[in-house]
Structure formats: structure tokens, C-alpha cells
């Protein structure tokens, strides 16, 4: 299917985007020496447009719950001071719950979907806020140079997706709902209106490298130059690492031990 709309202008050129992988590589922490050289030999960076479905809808909730109010209860004890039993007062929080139940209304703009399975979901969403302002009317030419990618996620599976966000916020605006000190959801309908989706592509700068046998992706944000990607570990600078903590551990404790 041909994409609704496109983000066409790249804040990040190739070399900026080269720039920042570097910088992030070297500010990893418990990475091993090698890893940088081999990223500066391997790296090669390909302009991808990446597939997003973005869903807006309104939502009405009806939702019972039960609302929790604090109270302050005095209560007594004993208590051993200069080897003296004594009687004390202190102040005991408890919870009073009542029913409660009602219906909240919300409106979702632009919830994003990746529509991609060949990218690291966890990395791509790190990618975001994108600037969905931005969009544009699709056009071939706005590819030019770049490598667009046909979504795999359907738009139904898609729209589940995007419900279960639209769930969190829901839960949110309950709770603010029921009000009092603590809240308990017990039940929620949802209704969906005035669904609405686009089908969208949003550009990225993609790359591996390859270290011991693995490869290991990363993307950068060709609008705002985030960059997410999977990382190796030295599993030597976190022994060593482990055992110059303990060793400080012991000698903090060989000091008191000594003091005393």
C-alpha cells in the first residue's frame, strides 16, 4: 500500500549521524577496548524509511473501583530507652475504602505504532518523540537515496497495539477519576469513536557492526539524532569492575573494625 504521509526533510545528514554513533559508542559503559576500532572499520550507514501506523480515536471508559481515604489512628506501645520500659504514642496510618464508579472520556492524536518486525522494537520506540507535525503528502521523490521498508505489522494488529497504550492513559484519567488517596480500577469498558489511522514513513539512519560473531544493530534518528542500538559487553571489565567494589567494601569494613 502506497504510505498516506512522509517525513521528507533529514535534520541529521550522513556524517552527523556518523558523529553521533561514535560518540555513543564511546561513552558505553563496561564495553570492551576493541569494540570502537572495529565499529570505525565496519560502520556503514544506509537511509531507511521506516513503516509506522498512527491511530487517533476518542474513548469512552465506564469503569467501578473503590476509593481510598486516610485516616490516623493513635496507637500505644512499649519500648526500651537507657534500659527503662517506657510507654509511647505513635500515629498509624489506615485506608477507609468506598465504592466507586463512573465514566471518563479521552482523546488519542497520533498514537505511533512501528509496522516494522524487522527492527528492535525497544530500540525504535527509544527513537521517539518524532515531530508528526512534520508530515507531509507521500511522494516517490521524497525517497530519493533512501531505502523504504513495506509494513508487516496489519492494521488491525496495529490498532491492539495501540489500544493497550491507549489503556494506560485510560487507567491514568480513572484514577484521577476516583480521586482520595489511593484508587482501585476493579472494571473497564471501553468504546472506541472516530477511529482514524495513517499509514506513514519516518527516516532513519541504520547500521551494524559485527563483534565476535554477532551483530549488533543501531539506529539513529535522522530528525532529532537520538541513537538506540544493541551494545556487547566485557564481561572481564565487569568482573574487574565487581571485585574493585567488594575489595573497597573490605577495607571500608577493615577501617571501622580497626576504629572501633
Given amino acids: 500500500a502506497v504510505p498516506d504521509e512522509v517525513l521528507r526533510h533529514l535534520n541529521i545528514t550522513r556524517e552527523q549521524a556518523d558523529a553521533r554513533f561514535r560518540r555513543w559508542i564511546a561513552g558505553l559503559w563496561f564495553a570492551p577496548n576493541e569494540l570502537r576500532q572495529r ?3 565496519e560502520l556503514a550507514l544506509t537511509g531507511m524509511y521506516v513503516p509506522y501506523w498512527t491511530y487517533d480515536s476518542d474513548t469512552t ?3 467501578t473501583g473503590l476509593r ?3 485516616y490516623w489512628v493513635t496507637q500505644t506501645y512499649t519500648t526500651v530507652v537507657n534500659g527503662r520500659t517506657v510507654i509511647r504514642t505513635r500515629q498509624v496510618r489506615h485506608t477507609r475504602w468506598y465504592p466507586a464508579a463512573g465514566t471518563v472520556s479521552n482523546r488519542f492524536d497520533d498514537i505511533l505504532i512501528l ?3 524487522s527492527l528492535p522494537r525497544r530500540y525504535t520506540e527509544e527513537l521517539e518523540p518524532w515531530d508528526l507535525e512534520n508530515l507531509v503528502p507521500y ?3 521524497y525517497l530519493s537515496g533512501f531505502r523504504a521498508e513495506t509494513y508487516q505489522v496489519e492494521l488491525d494488529e496495529g490498532f491492539q497495539m495501540a489500544a493497550a497504550i ?3 492513559h485510560i487507567r491514568q484519567s480513572i484514577r484521577r477519576h476516583i480521586g482520595g488517596d489511593e484508587q482501585r480500577i476493579l472494571s473497564v469498558r471501553t468504546r472506541y469513536h472516530n ?3 495513517k499509514h506513514v514513513l519516518l527516516p532513519v539512519w541504520l547500521s551494524a557492526y559485527r563483534y565476535r560473531d554477532r551483530v549488533f544493530r543501531f539506529l539513529v534518528n ?3 539524532g537520538e541513537v538506540q542500538g544493541e551494545r556487547p559487553w566485557s564481561v572481564l571489565k565487569i568482573a574487574l569492575a565487581v571485585l574493585a567494589a567488594l575489595a573497597a567494601i573490605a577495607a571500608i569494613a577493615a577501617l571501622a573494625s580497626h576504629a572501633q
Avoid: H, L, P, Q
Fill in 166 to 168: 491507549m489503556n494506560e
Fill in 115 to 117: 509496522a516494522s518486525r
Fill in 139 to 141: 511522494a516517490d521523490a
Fill in 61 to 63: 471508559s465506564d469503569y
Fill in 222 to 224: 535522522a530528525r532529532t
Fill in 39 to 41: 565499529a570505525r572499520k
Fill in 195 to 197: 477511529i482514524t489511522f
Fill in 68 to 70: 481510598g481515604v486516610y
